[in-house]
T-cell receptor, first 114, second 116 residues
Framework: SQQGEEDPQALSIQEGENATMNCSYK?????LQWYRQNSGRGLVHLIL?????REKHSGRLRVTLDTSKKSSSLLITASRAADTASYFC??????????????FGKGTKLTVNP | EAQVTQNPRYLITVTGKKLTVTCSQN?????MSWYRQDPGLGLRQIYY???????DKGDVPEGYKVSRKEKRNFPLILESPSPNQTSLYFC???????????????FGAGSRLTVL
């Protein structure tokens, strides 16, 4: 079942511009994470925001979480060509019978043009 | 270096020929998981394991088997591969949701499998 859905599916910007990606989810969560994937390679964890947090920063990354709207956004400021990658949100569902489950969205493909 | 190692990285095989994709982590992680990634479908979980001898199905377990005999290894077995199992496979591990913590995954580099 698809929990998180990123929007837009693809985003193309110029170097130096800001990039904003959104993630919507369906059910209550413990926390939400963002991962990055360079073409065909493994995903790399970027940032985590817990359900009781509203905003978090890490370098040029800013993540917000609105649990009432079941949505999150990832902002990359002053983008660089090296930021070109796919970005995925992942929701860590509240435990159901003790099982652990991290569900990924389909990703936003970001292209930063030099 | 802390890492998740998958092998092989690339494999072309034929329908019905059993194969195993190995996964090993050196971080003493309890939790390990296999995902497959297909265009337009994102990452889908195949199987996961919360600890040694504890495995459970993910969203797309059909046609796959796993085992967790040791903490560091979590091989993915395709008993009789079919063309619809052509995909990019990722193994990932973490400490799991320990003491209310988050399940932050470390991924392997991926294994691209083609079944003819």
């Amino acid at each position: 079942s698809q929990q998180g859905e990123e929007d837009p599916q693809a985003l193309s910007i110029q170097e130096g511009e800001n990039a904003t990606m959104n993630c919507s989810y369906k059910t209550s969560i413990n926390n939400l994470q963002w991962y990055r994937q360079n073409s065909g390679r493994g995903l790399v964890h970027l940032i985590l925001i817990r359900s009781n947090e509203r905003e978090k920063h890490s370098g040029r990354l800013r993540v917000t979480l609105d649990t009432s709207k079941k949505s999150s956004s990832l902002l990359i400021t002053a983008s660089r060509a090296a930021d070109t990658a796919s970005y995925f949100c992942a929701t860590d569902l509240l435990p159901q019978g003790g099982s652990e489950k991290l569900v990924f969205g389909k990703g936003t493909k970001l292209t930063v043009n030099p | 270096e802390a890492q998740v190692t998958q092998n092989p990285r690339y494999l072309i095989t034929v329908t019905g020929k059993k194969l195993t994709v190995t996964c090993s982590q050196n971080m003493n992680h309890e939790y390990m998981s296999w995902y497959r990634q297909d265009p337009g479908l994102g990452l889908r979980q195949i199987y996961y394991s919360m600890n040694v001898e504890v495995t459970d199905k993910g969203d797309v377990p059909e046609g796959y088997k796993v085992s967790r005999k040791e903490k560091r290894n979590f091989p993915l077995i395709l008993e009789s591969p079919s063309p619809n199992q052509t995909s990019l496979y990722f193994c990932a591990s973490s400490f799991g949701q320990v003491f209310g913590g988050a399940n932050v995954l470390t991924f392997g580099a991926g294994s691209r499998l083609t079944v003819l």
